[in-house]
């Protein structure tokens, strides 16, 4: 999805000030966004120039590369490679130490940006978050992407509902070092869209509130994870 798109820092300093901080939903957005204060005064800059493809920039005599990557977690994806110094800036098409949030897909698609990534043969990764990162990390990552997809179609295939599959692979997490491991319940949520043929925009607030439901599981509540309306489940 573009900044067009993206709820503005308006519309997300009041979704975390009017939320009911009893909900899964409330917890959640006051647990990550209110330490941040009060950013909801902030404008987002658009860009002044826009380019499909490829875009090689001189940056004060340093050779700068943008490669368009998207749909991946976004719709409009693209990687910043600077090949003289062996550096490649993935903004959120890579996510380091913790489990990753992406909007568009599918994990195919997101797996494809990565791969991309490891073509410019870098050596350090800037992930949009989390630490510097190796080529074996993102290679890592990579492999992470397909771990996922292939449990969702298996379980897609299977039958089983969103909430089902979700909850199996948050209770099966190969990486319990990473964090946010409630995340994985989003990443099936758009590959069942995908693998349902709906390429409607996705609402980017129902799959947080989805995702939420689930840490109040691990903290074992008996309350049941519902799944967003038009998915499986619903």
């Known amino acids: 999805m573009h900044l067009c798109a993206e709820p503005t820092p308006t519309d997300l300093a009041r979704l975390i000030a009017d939320s009911d901080p009893d909900t899964p939903l409330g917890a959640y957005l006051k647990r990550h966004f209110e330490r941040f204060g009060d950013f909801g005064g902030l404008d987002a800059v658009h860009p002044g120039r826009t380019f499909s493809g490829e875009l090689s920039l001189d940056v004060g005599g340093v050779t700068v590369r943008l490669i368009e990557v998207g749909p991946a977690h976004t719709s409009g994806d693209l990687i910043v490679h600077l090949p003289d110094e062996g550096v490649v800036c993935t903004g959120d098409v890579v996510f380091g130490d913790d489990h990753p949030v992406h909007w568009a897909g599918p994990i195919e698609e997101i797996h494809r940006a990565t791969v991309r990534v490891l073509e410019c043969d ?77 390429d409607t925009p996705p609402d980017l607030v129902r799959l947080v509130d989805f995702a939420a439901g689930f840490t109040v599981r691990a903290a074992g509540s008996p309350e049941v994870v519902s799944a967003p309306p038009g998915s499986r489940d619903s």
Do not use: C, K, N
């Open 122 to 198: 870098p050596r350090v990764i800037v992930p949009g978050h989390g630490p510097v990162m190796t080529p074996a990390d993102v290679r890592g990552y990579a492999d992470y992407l397909l771990e996922v997809r292939d449990a969702v179609h298996a379980a897609y295939a299977a039958g089983r509902s969103l909430a089902e599959t979700s909850a199996a692979l948050i209770d099966r997490d190969s990486r319990a070092h990473w964090g946010l491991t409630e995340r994985m319940a989003i990443l099936a949520a758009l590959e069942y869209r995908a693998l349902d043929g709906d």
